[in-house]
């Protein structure tokens, strides 16, 4: 059957022109890019058949569904990709196992409902009307505040390498989460544009359906930051230097020129300092794998 439908999807394809470095596909009377029409349709094949489908069929589906904060949280498959930025001689390939991270940034009303279950201390700035939006992200919180959060939600704050993959969203050699198109208001809120946060999810998600990893916040990682990591990091699984009194924080903000919206722009920042105005976090959670066979 899955066969049957891709035969008729493939017969009904015309590839157009685009602009510069880009092309679109049409499937009947409908176009898309085919930056993102070709990774989906060979996501839909191998899952179609199977070659793929072991992997996503062993993680325990109560895995999404487990955490404390009831977040949604995406699938980002175990694979190699190419980290850092080329054109600063950063890139490297580096092989990470599945883990699960958070759609959207931690928000003030999932982070009230952390406080109010066990009394932690509220963020700086969370009675500034332009910040404290129960649908914005929250700010104000240190790198401990960050992993209390996470220790209560049964999560875990994502590594740099976790958050990089994330932001790409499959594309490779991309400058930002949707693409090298220039970012505007459009795509993003950075630059001074917005006089402050905005509404999670209110701007496009990137390939992999996650919103705001280019803007409104700097989101925290768990690594402690070295500029020259990249030199001895290990190419599986790196999770940061061993010890750092400062923390990498990745995806720019509403305050933030456009080059920290690269996928590839590493900030840090003192991890005990709650004072930042433009910095937050999504959360991440390392997949229960289940040993039965899969059918």
């Known amino acids: 059957m899955a066969l049957l439908l891709l035969r008729h999807l493939m017969a009904n394809i015309t590839i157009l022109g685009g602009g510069p470095n880009r092309s679109t596909t049409q499937i009947g009377k409908h176009s898309i890019s085919l930056e993102w029409f070709l990774p989906a349709l060979c996501c839909f094949f191998s899952l179609s058949t199977g070659c793929i ?57 999932r982070y009230r409902q952390f406080m109010q279950a066990t009394e932690h201390h509220s963020p700086l700035y969370w009675n500034n009307p332009q910040l ?32 990089e993959k994330a932001a790409r969203g499959s594309l490779v050699g991309k400058k930002y989460p949707w693409g090298d198109e220039i970012p505007d208001r459009s795509r993003a809120n950075f630059g001074g544009l917005e006089e402050g946060t905005t509404t999670v999810g209110k701007y496009p998600p990137n390939g992999f359906n996650l919103y705001d990893m280019g803007g409104n916040i700097f989101e925290l990682c768990s690594d402690k930051y070295e500029w020259d990591y990249y030199k001895k990091s290990p190419r599986e699984n790196p999770s940061g230097p061993e010890t750092g009194d400062r923390c990498v924080a990745r995806g720019g903000s509403y305050r933030s020129s456009e080059y920290y919206l690269r996928c590839s722009s590493r900030y840090d920042i003192f991890k005990i300092v709650p004072s930042f105005i433009d910095v937050g976090f999504r959360c991440a959670k390392t997949p229960i794998v289940s040993n039965a066979p899969s059918k």
């Open 132 to 163: 404290n939006q129960p649908n914005h992200p929250v700010v104000g919180i240190s790198w401990n505040d960050a992993n209390s959060y996470a220790k209560w939600a049964g999560k875990r704050l994502p590594t740099e390498a976790e958050w």
């Open 53 to 109: 489908s072991d992997e996503s069929s062993q993680v325990d589906q109560k895995t999404k569904l487990a955490s404390k904060d009831n977040v949604k949280m995406v699938l980002i498959p175990s694979g190699e990709f190419l980290m850092g930025d080329a054109d600063e001689g950063t890139r490297h390939p580096v092989y990470l196992a599945p883990y699960l991270i958070d759609t959207y940034p931690v928000t003030n009303a």
